[in-house]
């Protein structure tokens, strides 16, 4: 059965629905474009420039995790006032590697030194000289802390360019400089002699040494640690 719908009504109603499916029909296409305008958006101004960027922090992290041409590891031992330096190395045999123990200046957080945010003085307080054996170790004889309240930081580097030239030609290879080393860092090593630089590339390890009254203080061994940026 059919309604009898006047004429003069039934073409508003169809206009009306005509109306409505074509503004229905817009919205879904608008919003379809619109989403596809965000996605290119995206895609052309936030996730290729990311990825970019992403790609660009990966290189530089593996050039930070480059592995090293010389690696140091070793530990401390505490004991009283002395100092007893143990470690292994494969820089060639009679390298000379360089420890030294610093002051923290006394108003440094505890919280800033473990995390080796704070510098220390660049005062020596103790320094040895080590020389690597034929099969890679090394281990201190001069190394002691006078003040045992004191909090310190041990370094123990090897700076290539300060070594004997007939180390240097052992350190690379045939057609290669020390420059040409890989995984070493900037370290802050003065001089008295005012013709080498203050600030060199190489290896460094160090190790926190607290007072005696407080942990990792007294009777314990310490592993020597690496840090990316010391100076």
Do not use: W
């Not at 290119?40 to 790609?55: F, Q, Y």
């Not at 690597?132 to 310190?152: I, K, N, W």
């Not at 690379?172 to 008295?192: A, C, F, H, Q, Y």
Request: aromatic letters at 8%; glycine letters at 4%; a negative charge.
């Amino acid at each position: 059965m059919f309604l009898m719908v006047p004429k003069k009504k039934f073409l508003p109603m169809v206009f009306c629905i005509l109306l409505t499916t074509l503004l229905t029909a817009c919205r879904l296409d608008f919003t379809k474009d619109k989403s596809s305008v965000r996605e290119m958006i995206k895609s052309t101004d936030g996730i290729t420039v990311l990825e970019e960027k992403k790609e660009e922090a990966e290189n530089k992290s593996s050039e930070k995790k480059e592995k090293p041409t010389y690696s140091i590891e070793g530990s401390v031992t505490l004991d009283s006032t002395n100092i007893l330096l143990k470690g292994k190395t494969d820089l060639p045999p009679e390298a000379i590697v360089y420890t030294r123990l610093l002051a923290y200046p006394k108003d440094a957080t505890l919280k800033d030194i473990k995390a080796y945010r704070t510098k220390p003085y660049m005062k020596i307080i103790s320094e040895d000289y080590l020389s690597v054996e034929a099969d890679g170790s090394f281990q201190s004889t001069e190394l002691e802390r006078p003040d045992f309240p004191q909090r310190y930081r041990l370094d123990v580097l090897f700076a290539p360019e300060r070594a004997e030239e007939s180390m240097q030609k052992k350190l690379v290879k045939e057609g290669e400089s020390i420059e040409d080393l890989k995984g070493m860092t900037r370290i802050d090593l003065p001089s008295r002699n005012e013709f080498l630089d203050d600030v060199v590339q190489g290896y460094i390890r160090q190790v926190n040494i607290m007072p005696f009254d407080e942990q990792d203080g007294d009777n314990v061994t310490l592993e020597l640690v690496e840090v990316e940026e010391v100076e």
